[in-house]
C-alpha cells in the first residue's frame, strides 16, 4: 500500500527524516512549532521556544557534526571547528532548502495527539492558530527531542530568590551584579557558568558528584577527531585512555578545588569545556558541594558551608517526553528505553523514533543514518529482524557504557559504535546529495 509518513518535529533530526523519505518517494509531511527548520538551534529569547543561548557553540567538532548528504565544506568551507549556534541554524536551513523540504513541512503546527490504530493507521491531531485537525497517515516517524522538559532538582526548603532553569537561561546580561549559584556539572553548567562570571558580582558552581571535563582541543586537533583514532579500541580500552589523558591535562581536581572524580570515564556523559577552569583558576568561578537546603536567599551546602544568593540557576537536565502520546501507550520518562537501533519499537511496526539517542558525540549524523534505514524498510528493502523484541531488550541489557542509573543516561551510545551498526544494515551507496527534483529532471532528459 502507498505509505504517508507524519514526523513531529523540523528540526535537525526531523529535516533528516523527511529528506530520506522524500528521496525515497515516500509522501510524508514534517510537523513544528516553530516558523523554520533548526529547533533548538533558532536562537530564541522567548521562552516559549526551547532553544541555545546568545553565545552557544556546538560542543563536538564539524567533521564529526555533519551529514554525509550535505557536509560543512559544501555548506561554508569557512565553517569554525566547532561552529556557533548562528551558523548551525543556517546550514540546517540550507539543507532544507537544497533538498526542497519547505513544501512538506507544516509550521506553527503543534502536535496534540497520536492515536495509534493498527499497523497501517495512525490518527494524528493537531492544532494550528486555534484550529484542531485530525488527519490519518500510515506511518509516525517521532524526532520531537529530547532538550526541551525541563527537569527541576529538589531539596528541602525554599529559595526565596530567583530561581530558574537552564531552559530559561538565555543570555547573561540580566544577572550583571548578581550573586549567581549554578546547580550542575553538565555542558549547560559549565557554559553557564562561565558566561554569567563575565558580568556577575560572584558566581559559584555547585556538583554532587565529579565530571569529566574535556577540552576542546589536544594537540592542536579537536578533541573528538583525536579521540576518533582509537575508534578501533574496546570501550573499555578507549575508556581508560581518555582517563590517562584528561588526567595528565588537567592534573588533581584538588586543586581546583572541585570534588573528585569517583566513576569511569563513560559512566556520565562528559562535559566538553575550555574555560571553566581557567575560570575557577581566576578566583571568577567558585566551586562548591552539593546543597544541603534553602533558607530564604541562604544555601547551606552539604559541608556546611552557608552563602546567599540572588540567583539560582539548576542545569539539571532533561526529561525524555512524548506528550502526544497515551502515558499508558508509550512513556520512556523515567525507566529503560527498548527500542533496536534506537529506533524500533518491539511490536509496533509503523512507529520510528529519529534522533532519541544521546551519543558521547553529535546526534543528527546518526539520525541520518537512520533516516535511511527507516526508509528502506518502507520501500521494502530492508526487513527488521525476527528476533527484533529480544534484540530491543539487548539494547538495555547490554549499553555501549555502563553508566549510572539516571534518567539522563537512559538512551547513551557510543557514536563510533552506533554510526558502524547503522552503516552496517545499510546498502554501501547510502549518501545522496542530489535533490528530488534534480534527478527526477535528469531522468526525463535522458
Known sequence: MKRKVAIIGAGPSGITALKNLLDQGIEAVAFDRNQDVGGNWIYSEDESHSSVFETTHIISSKTLSQY??????????EAADYPSHDTLRRYFQAYAAKFNLYPHIRFGTMVKHC???????????????????KELFTDLAVANGHHWKPRYPEYPGEFTGEFLHSHHFKKAAPFEGKRVLVIGGGNSACDVAVETSRVSESTAISWRRGYWIAPKFFFGKPSDKVAEGTKWL?????SFFNELLLKFFWGDYKNYGLRPITVPFGATHPTINDELMHKIRHGKVKPRMDIKKFEGK?????????????SVIACTGYWLSHPFFDPDFIDYSKGPVPLYLKMFH????????????????????????QSKLMAQELIGKWKRPKNIKELCEREVSHPHYQQIDTPRHTITVDYHLFVKALKKELPADFVS????????NLLQSS
Open 115 to 133: 492515536q495509534w490504530i493498527d499497523e497501517n493507521t495512525w490518527e494524528i491531531t493537531t492544532e494550528k492558530d486555534g484550529v484542531i485537525s
Open 346 to 369: 518491539p511490536t509496533i511496526t509503523n512507529l520510528y523514533f529519529i534522533g532519541m539517542f544521546q551519543p558521547l558525540g553529535c546526534i543528527w549524523p546518526g539520525a541520518e543514518l
Open 298 to 310: 541562604k544555601v547551606i551546602f552539604e559541608d556546611g558551608k552557608e552563602e546567599e544568593y540572588d
Open 433 to 440: 546529495k542530489t535533490p528530488v527534483s534534480a534527478r527526477e
Open 234 to 238: 574496546p570501550v573499555k580500552v578507549r
Open 68 to 77: 554525509a548528504d550535505f557536509t560543512f565544506d559544501e555548506f561554508d568551507s
